[in-house]
Each structure stands twice: as structure tokens, then as C-alpha cells.
Nanobody, 121 residues
Framework: VQLQASGGGLVQAGASLRLSCAAS??????IGWFRQAPGKEREFISC????????HYRSSMKDRFTISRDYAKRTVYLQINNLKPEDTAIYYC?????????????????WGQGTLVTVSS
């Protein structure tokens, strides 16, 4: 499966963004969202199976981040509200390699280039 993340950009603190991840097919179990800020480790945000199951969030991100999927369009979205400067990172949408999903990078592949989100204060 090929995955293309988009929707990033430069925004001011307090704004919202909706990131998209378009999949070439649905051969993976689902899609996850991770982010990596400069000098930091890759961080799990959320994942969702194509059926809508296997829905997980990083506990600290449940209040501002919402994952969803459009099965027909083969697209998974990540809505981010009330953006903060510390949300500045490259956001990746890799494919789940297990039906359960999870928060470890090793449970995903096909990472792609990601999309850059920059939040100014």
C-alpha cells in the first residue's frame, strides 16, 4: 500500500487543521498517525482500522486530536484542534501491520514522507 499524507502547513496557535492520509488500497489493517518533532523520538497519536475498529489514542492527546476514516475514499483523517507550538512536527500516517494496531512504530510500515505542521506562537 502507498500512503500520502497531506494537509500540513504553517498556522497560528489556537487554529485547527485536518490532515489527510490517502491510501492506494485497503490491503493494510488500517492506518496510524505518528509525529516527530526536531530532536525528539517518533510519537504515537492514534490509529484506526478500516472497519472503524482498532481505535486507539495516546491518552494525552484524546482531547485535541480526532481520527476518522472514509472507507470509500480510502482516506484517514486527523483533526487537530487548538494547535500549540509544541505540536510542530512532521506527521506521518503509516500502515498497520496487525489487526489490533498499537502505539509502537514497529507495528507499522510504509511510513512515507509525512506532512509538516508548524505552529507559530
Amino acid at each position: 500500500v502507498q500512503l500520502q499524507a497531506s494537509g500540513g502547513g504553517l498556522v497560528q496557535a489556537g487554529a485547527s487543521l485536518r490532515l489527510s492520509c490517502a491510501a492506494s488500497d485497503r490491503t493494510s489493517f488500517g492506518i496510524g498517525w505518528f509525529r516527530q518533532a526536531p530532536g525528539k523520538e517518533r510519537e504515537f497519536i492514534s490509529c484506526i482500522g478500516w472497519s472503524g475498529g482498532s481505535l486507539h489514542y495516546r491518552s494525552s492527546m484524546k482531547d485535541r486530536f480526532t481520527i476518522s476514516r472514509d472507507y470509500a475514499k480510502r482516506t484517514v483523517y486527523l483533526q487537530i484542534n487548538n494547535l500549540k507550538p509544541e505540536d510542530t512536527a512532521i506527521y506521518y500516517c503509516p500502515a498497520m501491520t496487525t489487526v489490533a494496531g498499537g502505539d509502537r512504530p514497529g507495528q507499522y510500515d510504509n511510513w512515507g514522507q509525512g506532512t509538516l505542521v508548524t505552529v507559530s506562537s
